[in-house]
């Protein structure tokens, strides 16, 4: 039975960032950045490289493998002026990213146009590229104005799209940068670990890892586990209804192999890193639940998570589910969708800590930290403010340990 959570207090997750405190650019070393660690009620401040002082031995990280893709296209038509088509989501041949990633043929996506009105229906669009010595011909076709389905076909089949968009796109910063993205941003934007194409905004968290923080935290014994999320632009979509429960949340795409899920049953202590992360592993418990009441479809809505049924099963029990329908089926890994809405009144099933970066005010982001640690995270922002740490995607990080 699905028993909606109280209407939130949106003064609740509001409070007062000053634009100085927002993050224009990352630092030159990503570990250098503040880290706040709040545990059990208390806070204290180091440096996001002496984190493996905090993260106890036999504890699991989980990270979000997903790789930044250049989504922002930018046609030019015959009189001038630009059209800028923003990838969303996949439509054709398939709507999972790996695959229309490497198509090397045709793709279609849904898309945000920058310039519709100037766009005609039977208008195509092209782009000439050369790569070394190599030509590529790009054509853009707007197949339907209202769903903004947008096909690219190309002439040159020795290119993945994947390679067609490093080739053509630009860094989709985050809108509250309010600037244009540089040479910089390609790297900076982009975990150490990123692997899985398919991304529009970075999981932000994992931006302060380096190869050698990750090397310190195994030596020391902690578990390092990939997952993959791929963050869409709804990540930065405001609050705006008046009742939060019906703000209309992004779906957004999963891969999970066997391993991550025999991960989780083995672990003890689970921290996420990033939003992310959680969202993914609190959506595949929810999964597992579905697959012991016999519904193998892995799309999780957005308020399945506040099922209150008597008999839910434990964390193990849920995905040693998952494991046994994966080996069942001869699976090593498997495709879902989640649009799950975390939000003060959710039991956490299986994360008991999270690694994460400051949020924006009114944003669902800050609501899944105050559904974590309570009123708490008043305290750990007016901290933060205090002690000027830097906000939003390239600002500081905290560890939170409930």
């Known amino acids: 039975m699905i028993v909606l959570p109280e209407k939130p207090d949106l003064n609740e ?15 030159k070393n990503r570990s250098d950045s503040k880290l706040l660690v709040y545990e059990k009620g208390e806070i204290s401040h180091k440096v996001f490289n002496q984190i493996d002082q905090v993260i106890k031995p036999n504890a699991s990280l989980f ?13 030019q038509k015959e009189t001038g002026a630009y059209i800028e088509i923003f990838l969303l989501k996949p439509i054709a041949p398939s709507n999972i990213m790996s695959i229309v990633m490497e198509e090397r043929k045709t793709v279609q996506w849904q898309c945000m146009i920058g310039g519709l009105k100037k766009w005609k229906d039977d208008q195509s669009l092209f782009l000439n590229l050369e790569d070394g010595t190599e030509k590529v011909g790009i054509e853009a076709q707007l197949l339907d104005r209202d769903a903004k389905i947008v096909q690219f076909s190309w002439d040159n089949s020795q290119y993945s799209f ?30 150490v670990y990123s692997k899985e194409e398919g991304a529009v905004a970075a999981p932000t968290a994992g931006l302060h890892f380096t190869d050698e923080v990750l ?22 979509q405001p609050i705006k209804s008046e009742d939060a429960r019906e703000h ?22 689970i921290i996420a890193v990033g939003t992310t992360s959680m969202r993914t592993l609190e959506s595949l418990y929810w999964y597992g639940v579905r697959l012991l009441n ?3 479809n892995f799309a999780i809505e957005k308020l399945e998570l506040y099922n209150k049924s008597e008999a839910l099963p434990s ?12 080996n069942e089926k001869g699976l090593a890994k498997i495709h879902g969708t989640t649009e799950v809405f975390i939000m003060p009144g959710y039991e956490f099933k299986v994360c008991d800590g999270i690694i994460t970066n400051f949020h924006q005010p009114d944003s669902t982001l800050l609501l899944l930290i105050s559904a974590f640690i ?7 922002y007016q901290s933060a403010l205090e002690n000027n740490y830097r906000f939003l995607s390239y600002g500081d990080s905290s560890i939170l340990l409930p």
């Open 63 to 75: 990270f979000n493998n997903t790789k930044v893709i250049p989504a922002r296209l930018f046609f």
């Open 13 to 27: 997750i509001n409070y007062v960032l000053p634009e100085e405190k927002i993050a224009k650019y990352p630092l």
């Open 215 to 236: 090397d310190t935290l195994k030596e020391n014994g902690v578990n390092e586990t990939e997952l993959t999320l791929h963050v869409s632009a709804g990540t930065f």
């Open 294 to 296: 016999g519904n193998e």
């Open 248 to 269: 209309p949340m992004h779906s957004e795409q999963m891969e999970v192999k066997l391993e991550a899920i025999e991960s989780v049953i083995q672990s003890s202590q």
């Open 315 to 326: 964390r193990k029990e849920s995905f040693q589910a998952i494991s046994a329908w994966m």
């Open 162 to 191: 994947a390679e067609i968009v490093e080739l053509t796109g630009k860094v989709p910063l985050p809108p509250y940068l309010n600037r244009e993205a540089e040479a910089d941003d390609k790297d900076r934007y982009q975990t």
């Open 374 to 380: 309570g009123n708490d995270w008043k305290n750990v």
